[in-house]
Every structure is written in C-alpha cells, then in structure tokens.
C-alpha cells in the first residue's frame, strides 16, 4: 500500500517535486584507450575549489558535477555543458564512457588524485593513499554516476512542518530502506557493464567467461561493476549498519569510524614519518562505506557528515549504484532519470519494513545474483520468504511505478514517467532489448569481440558530439571559465598549511569520536 497523502502533494506538484542532481566519474584516456599520464587540465580549475569539475580517486579520473534542478531538461543540458567545457581542454585524450577501466598500468603507476598542500588538501590526498592500501588501486578506478535526490520545499513543506527535521529524516530513512530492499531493480535495469579488459582482473580468482583474446564477460549477467569483483568489499559488507533510525546510523558509522581494524592498525598511519592512511579504522571516513545509497547532509567547511547529519538531520539521498550507460554522450539517459524519480518517489510513498542482518545480508547476495545471472530468464531472488522469479516480482513493482508515473505525469499533461516505466518494462518482457545484451552482440558481431574498440569509436563519436555539434553559448562558457579561474585563485589563497597534519587529523577525527 502506498501513502496517499505522499501520493496527492506529488500530483499536485508534478515533476517539481524533486530536486535532482548528477555526480560523473569518467576516465581520461589516450586514443588508444590507454589511461591518460597527464595531470588534470589547468584550464578545468582546481579539483580542490572546482565545485563542478573535480577528480575522484586518480588525477586521471574526472569527476563531473551538476548543479541541482527540479527540471531533467535542464539538468541534462547542464551536464551537456559540462562535458562541453571538459572536452574544450582535453587535448588528444578521451572520456572513457564505460564502468569498468580502460587498459590500466599496474597499481604503482596509477597516479593518485593531487589536492595542493593544505591540510584538506592532504588529507583527501592521503584518504586515497588508503584505499590504495585497503582495496587495491584498480577497483577505485572503476567509474559511474551518483544520482543526487531530494523532494523539493514545494513537498516538504505540503507535507510537513518545516521544523519537523527528525520527522522529514524518518520518511527519508523509510525511502533508503525501500530502496535498498528494492535495489536489486535499478542494476536489473540500470546494470550496463557485462564486459571487463583481462588485465583488470590481473590473477584475480574468478569465474567469468573469455569473450575475446582482450575481455571477459558474464555470459547472462548485467553488471561486473556491481557484483563480487567490482566496486565491492567483503569487509565492509560484514558491518551491520542500520537505518531504522538515524541514532542507529550515526551509531553504527561511528562504530566503523572508530573501531580500530587489526590488519590496517598493523599497516599504520605513518610510513617513513609520512601519512599513508587517515586512520586504522574499519573505515576512514565516511564515504568509504560502500552503501547503494547514502543519507546526506550538506557539510560546512572542516565539519564532517555524520556531524552534519546529526545536527541538521537528512537533506536528501545519494544514490550510488549506477552504471555509466555506454548509449548515452553524458552517461545517464533522460528516460534512466525520470524512471528514477518514479521508482525513488515509490520508495517514499510505500512503507517499508525495519532492516535486520538478515535483511542487509539477502540484499547484498540478491544483487550479487542479479549483477552475475540478471538475463537468465529463470533467476530467482529472496523476497525474504522465499526465493521467487525476478520477472514476476519485477512486474508486480511495475503495477506500482506506473501508477506513481501517471499520477507525476498529470500535473505536467506529458507522458515522459509513464513513457519511462513503460520502456523499462520492456527490457524485462525481453531481455534482447536490454543494453546489456545489445553491447555484447554489438562488440561481437561489429567489433570483431573487441571492447576496447567500440568504446573507443563511442568516446570518439561523443568528443565530436560535444566539440563540433553541440554548441555552448559564448556567454555560459565565460561564465564556466570565470569559475575555473576563480577555483585556482581561492586555491592558491587556501595551498598552505597553518598546523601539522597529524595534529589537524586528530582534530578532524576527534569530531567523530565525540559523537
């Protein structure tokens, strides 16, 4: 059953319910789709005061980020002109537009993403030197989008008191818990990376498939990103971390903050006098808790979330689980976002259960099932019951999301939700329309099993996309340059360091233990 009092104000406001918007992580590469050697380009700003265009993990990974909008039109055309402005500076490299990397030298050759010498600058630097430690440098190259959502004051404020910052947390909570039930659906829909180069396993166990003398692939599976050899960690899946409430949440992060991991205690903070990790903790911060979705808070500068998140309560969601869509110049698709909204506002209207361990544990085994066999016409998951058809769960969500689509699409007399969830059905009814499936048949039957040379032709086609057929206006490019320049003048005013770091680190770590 689904909350009709939720279900009125989102037919009231129509697609002006949400705001909305978009993080891209993309790999800079050379025509030959080797990873690129140079640092990031001067002309993008700096990745420490750029709030629209910074790196991830490695200096080679760009990482785009849109501004928020209650309007997909405009939110695409912001990310258009994004990558307009990236590609502008790229000189003979490539946005890498897949999930899994591009051939990639060994870990040591990978370069670190660099933020300058302040102390935050430091510290991002040697949060990564961690990972590197923890996780091996090749899974955080893997690339993807992060879909950044909230219900607009239009909503809130029809629904609540605007005060009422642990009642809105609550059903922010009952939306994460749904969607975490329920996330299995978005890789079944949203998984688009069934291929990997060789050398990215390097010696790894496993057990997929030779595609090609280049590639390996699940025969029926989705997503390599999404499943046990991709962007995952059997450590972290053993914490227990619940959203029942957000006393719980902050409890347990603060737990995995703060307990101390006996194998990374024994690495150590310090190597030769210089900082190699940021603690000894399970994790360092909270970002590296690999969850599909994540409760936010915008932070102040020096503070940290789950500071935030306890003093001013949840702002909206971050969710994480997304492939980059190869058949899409900006990585998402329009229809993929308005499906999106649909199925998140579904989340938000239905009530949903309280998480157990059990509950978390068949959440990570059905998406290791789905991302590995989710084309197998005879996939079954746990429902937590029993195991039942993905199809014949899959439909009787769909019964839902198009009620949800229609009533979105009322208010704006269009039919692009229902249009969305409609489409998406249809790679359910027949799994040849998926795009899984369709780049598999389109790297075998016209790329001679190359992977590599499709998604070279794709970022080829996208580059002349953006330069020659998509034009900015001159006065939105001044405006992105100012900003480009005015990130490396706050940079160079903030490039110093007014304490030690160690002494800063404690500090910084302090706020949490403080909780």
């Known amino acids: 059953m689904m909350n009709q009092k939720k279900l009125n104000a989102l037919a009231e406001f129509g697609e002006k319910s949400f705001l909305v918007g978009i993080e891209k992580e993309a790999l800079r590469t050379d025509y030959n789709g080797f990873l690129s050697k140079e640092k990031h380009p001067e002309c993008l700003g700096s990745t420490l005061t750029n709030k629209n265009i910074t790196t991830d993990f490695s200096e080679a990974q760009i990482e785009l980020v849109s501004d928020t909008y209650n309007s997909v039109e405009e939110l695409v055309s912001n990310l258009n002109h994004l990558h307009n402005i990236v590609y502008s500076c790229l000189e003979n490299e490539y946005l890498w537009p897949y999930s899994m990397p591009s051939k990639l030298p060994k870990d040591s050759d990978i370069p670190i993403a660099q933020f300058g010498k302040s102390n935050i600058g430091i510290a991002k630097n040697v949060y990564r030197k961690g990972l590197v430690l923890r996780y091996g440098a090749k899974m955080q190259m893997i690339s993807g989008i992060h879909f950044n959502f909230s219900f607009s004051p239009l909503v809130i404020n029809k629904l609540f008191d605007s005060n009422q910052v642990k009642y809105i947390s609550k059903e922010y909570l009952n939306l994460i818990r749904n969607y975490k039930n329920f996330s299995w659906l978005i890789t079944y829909l949203f998984g688009f990376s069934p291929i990997c180069n060789k050398d990215f396993l390097n010696g790894r166990y496993h057990n997929l498939k030779e595609f090609s003398e280049e590639c390996f692939y699940i025969p029926s599976g989705l997503s390599i ?291």
């Open 225 to 515: 990103r999404q499943g046990p050899l991709g962007y995952q960690s059997n450590l972290q899946n053993s914490i227990m971390i619940d959203h029942n409430s957000l006393k719980n949440y902050i409890k347990g992060m603060k737990k995995a903050l703060t307990d101390n991991y006996p194998p990374y205690e024994k690495i150590g903070i310090l190597q030769n006098g210089q900082p190699i990790q940021l603690s000894t903790s399970l994790l360092q911060i909270e970002n590296e808790y690999y969850s599909s979705i994540r409760p936010k808070q915008p932070i102040r500068s020096g503070e940290r979330p789950l500071v935030a998140l306890k003093e001013r309560g949840i702002k909206y969601v971050e969710v994480r689980g997304i492939d980059i869509n190869p058949f899409s110049p900006v990585g998402i698709s329009k229809e993929q976002i308005y499906f999106l909204q649909v199925f998140l506002s579904w989340c938000f209207c239905r009530k949903s259960e309280k998480e157990s361990s059990q509950g978390i544990i068949n959440n990570n085994n059905n998406m290791n099932l789905v991302s590995q066999f989710g084309l197998d016409k005879n996939l079954k998951i746990n429902n937590g019951v029993d195991l039942v058809s993905i199809d014949d769960i899959s439909i009787r969500i769909f019964d839902d999301l198009i009620k949800v689509a229609r009533i979105l699409d009322k208010k704006n007399k269009q039919n692009f939700y229902a249009t969305s969830v409609l489409n998406h059905l249809k790679k359910i009814q027949n799994k040849k329309k998926h795009e899984s499936f369709i780049l598999k048949q389109k790297i075998e039957k016209e790329f001679n099993g190359s992977a590599e040379k499709l998604f070279i032709s794709l970022a080829s086609d996208y580059k002349n996309y953006f330069l020659k057929e998509l034009h900015i206006d001159s006065k939105l490019l001044k405006s992105y340059q100012n900003i480009a320049r005015e990130s490396l003048n706050e940079f160079e005013k903030s490039n110093i360091s007014d304490e030690e770091f160690i002494n800063f680190l404690k500090k910084y770590n302090s706020q949490i233990t403080s909780l």
